[in-house]
């Protein structure tokens, strides 16, 4: 019986992790502003290095368009 109720205990505390971590996911504001400052970071470097963005667009355009073909 010691050990039912050692089970019993030990999973309280996942259980109260559990709940916290949907506590966190509810904040979304977080992301929009990580995202808002990523879009502006690329925004600068594009201002700063023309050229280096450019290859990076057709750099990553190249390699969706391989991996995406329909045939």
């Known amino acids: 019986m010691s050990q039912g109720s ?4 030990e999973n309280r505390p996942n ?3 559990q709940g916290n971590r949907g506590s966190r996911a509810v904040s979304t504001p977080n992301f929009e502003g990580a ?7 690329l925004h600068m470097f594009a201002e ?3 050229s280096g963005a450019a290859l ?3 750099g990553i355009g190249f390699v969706l368009g391989w991996r995406l073909k329909p045939w």
């Open 6 to 9: 050692t089970k019993t205990q």
């Open 15 to 17: 259980q109260q992790q």
């Open 35 to 41: 995202m808002s400052d990523l879009v502006k970071h």
């Open 48 to 50: 700063e290095n023309p």
């Open 56 to 58: 990076w667009c057709f």
